[in-house]
C-alpha cells in the first residue's frame, strides 16, 4: 500500500532559484526522512524529522513536517546543478515494523545552469 | 565513499540462471535490507534481516533467497528468474530496526533478466 506520496512528479528549474518538493502520507508515523538518488545510484540519507518536530533545517536544505496534514515538504535554497537528482520521503509506521520505511513515489529535480 | 558495498554492479543473466548479489557493510550495523528498484520507481521493501535473522518478508517470490551469514555480509541468491524481475537491487542498513536514524545504502546492482 502506498504510505507517501509525492508532488510534484518532476520540477525543472534555473540555477540559483529554490526547489520545493512536498509529501503526503496516510498513516500515523514516528519520523520522516529525506533522501537523494543520482541516477541510477544508491539513495543518500538528507534529513529527518521526528513527529514531534515541525522544521528543521541542514545546510541549503529546509524540511516542514505537519502531522495534522500528514504532509512534509522539502526546500532546497539556491539551486546548483549538482542538485538534479529524484528525491524521496520515506516514513516509517507508528507501530514500528521492524525497520520498515515506505517510500513516497519522488519528485525528479532538474537543475538547469 | 559508500560504506556499503554491492557486487556486481551490473548482472545479467538468463532465465534458467542461479546467481548471487552480494552486499558487504563494516559499520557494525546489525539490520540489513534488500530493496528491489524499477526505473522511476521508488524502493520496494523485500527483506530485513535483524541480527542475522530474517524478520520481515514481504511476501517476496522463492526465487528470491535471502542469507545472512554474518553481521558484515548480505547475500541474495537467484533462481529461475523472470525477465519483469529487472530491476536495481539496492542493500541498505540500519544500526538496528529502530527507524530514528538514517538508513546506508549501496550504490546497487542492476539486474537484467534475458
Known amino acids: 500500500s502506498q504510505q507517501g506520496e509525492e508532488d510534484p512528479q518532476a520540477l525543472s528549474i534555473q540555477e540559483g532559484e529554490n526547489a520545493t518538493m512536498n509529501c503526503s502520507y496516510k498513516?500515523?508515523?514516528?519520523?520522516l526522512q529525506w533522501y537523494r538518488q543520482n541516477s541510477g545510484r544508491g539513495l543518500v540519507h538528507l534529513i529527518l524529522?521526528?513527529?514531534?518536530?515541525r522544521e528543521k533545517h541542514s545546510g541549503r536544505l529546509r524540511v516542514t513536517l505537519d502531522t495534522s496534514k500528514k504532509s512534509s515538504s522539502l526546500l532546497i535554497t539556491a539551486s546548483r546543478a549538482a542538485d538534479t537528482a529524484s528525491y524521496f520521503c520515506?516514513?516509517?509506521?507508528?507501530?514500528?515494523?521492524?525497520?520498515?520505511?515506505?517510500f513516497g513515489q519522488g519528485t525528479e529535480l532538474s537543475v538547469k545552469p | 565513499d559508500t560504506e556499503v558495498t554491492q557486487t556486481p554492479k551490473h548482472l545479467v543473466m538468463g532465465m534458467t540462471n542461479k546467481k548471487s548479489l552480494k552486499c558487504e557493510q563494516h559499520?557494525?550495523?546489525?539490520?540489513m535490507y534488500w530493496y528491489k528498484q524499477k526505473a522511476k520507481k521508488p524502493p520496494e521493501l523485500m527483506f530485513v534481516?535483524?541480527?542475522?535473522?530474517?524478520?520481515i518478508n514481504e511476501s517476496v517470490p522463492s526465487r528470491f533467497s535471502p542469507e545472512c551469514p554474518n553481521s558484515s555480509l548480505l547475500n541474495l541468491h537467484l533462481h529461475a528468474l523472470q525477465p519483469e524481475d529487472s530491476a536495481l537491487y539496492l542493500c541498505?542498513?540500519?544500526?538496528?530496526?529502530?527507524?530514528?536514524?538514517?538508513?546506508?545504502f549501496g550504490q546497487g546492482t542492476r539486474l537484467t533478466v534475458v
Open positions: 520515506a516514513t516509517d509506521l507508528f507501530y514500528n515494523q521492524g525497520g520498515k520505511l515506505i
Open positions: 498513516t500515523s508515523i514516528n519520523n
Open positions: 524529522i521526528r513527529s514531534n518536530e
Open positions: 559499520m557494525g550495523h546489525r539490520a
Open positions: 534481516y535483524s541480527y542475522e535473522k530474517l524478520s
Open positions: 541498505a542498513i540500519t544500526p538496528t530496526t529502530q527507524t530514528d536514524t538514517e538508513a546506508f
